[in-house]
């Protein structure tokens, strides 16, 4: 069956730069993009971009342009986002997720805190 | 962007009860519509897509209807594992944009 498996919560501080991972089972990992989503109490669901995993290409929210770089690996069908210059307002719930007509699979959610 | 305003915030029900969510898109979205069930500390999980297709596995209870700039999820017979927040999304033309969101409760 197809799992998507993040990566444990991060505590960051400001300024930094953290890296959540997202790797993909139960399929050929490179049928299919994967895309990352934003979870916080106050903005809801906000989407970053998707990353094609065959290509490498990506796609980025103008929002997150600058704050979200997307790879992937295709060796070990892992998909990762970094996000760089963290602060407060990136405190938020992390979702990699599958798109089927909607988003049919997600991962479990990595937390990031960005807290001095 | 699209934007999408998701109607109401919060709803309260009883057990049973026929239950009606509604989302507006800023511009017509041709039906690239799903909607999600989300439960506390739980990943979304996908209900509808093209405005009214069921998600495989989904109970019938849950239906999607709408057009253009108009869509709306119904919960018929509503049990009380169906209390949960509900999302909808639309992904016309290579943008994704979610609603904010209807915590539904049980009266």
């Known amino acids: 069956q197809v799992q998507l498996q993040q990566s444990g919560a991060e505590l960051a501080k400001p300024g930094s730069s953290v890296k959540i991972s997202c790797k993909a089972s139960?399929?050929?990992?490179?049928?299919?993009?994967i895309s990352w989503i934003k979870q916080t109490t106050g903005q809801g669901l906000e989407y970053i971009g998707y990353?094609?995993?065959?290509?490498?290409?990506?796609y980025y929210n103008e929002k997150f342009k600058g704050k979200a770089t997307l790879t992937v690996d295709k060796s070990s069908s892992t998909a990762f986002m970094q996000l760089s210059s963290l602060t407060p307002e990136d405190t938020a719930v992390y979702y990699c997720a599958r798109e089927e007509g909607g988003f049919a699979y997600w991962g479990q959610g990595t937390l990031v805190t960005v807290s001095s | 962007d699209i934007q999408m305003t998701q109607s109401p915030a919060s709803l309260s029900a009883s057990l049973g009860e026929t239950v009606t969510i509604e989302c507006r898109a800023s511009e017509d979205i041709y039906n690239g519509l799903a909607w999600y069930q989300q439960k506390p500390g739980k990943s979304p999980q996908l209900l509808i897509y093209?405005?009214?297709s069921l998600h495989t596995g989904v109970p019938s209870r849950f239906s999607g209807s709408g057009s253009g700039t108009q869509y709306s999820l119904k919960i018929n017979s509503l049990q009380s594992e169906d209390v949960a927040s509900y999302f909808c999304?639309?992904?016309?033309?290579?943008?994704?944009?979610f609603g904010g969101g209807t915590k539904l409760e049980l009266k």
């Open positions: 999304q639309q992904y016309y033309n290579y943008t994704w944009t």
């Open positions: 093209n405005a009214n």
């Open positions: 990353i094609n995993t065959g290509s490498g290409g990506t």
């Open positions: 139960g399929y050929t990992f490179t049928s299919y993009d």
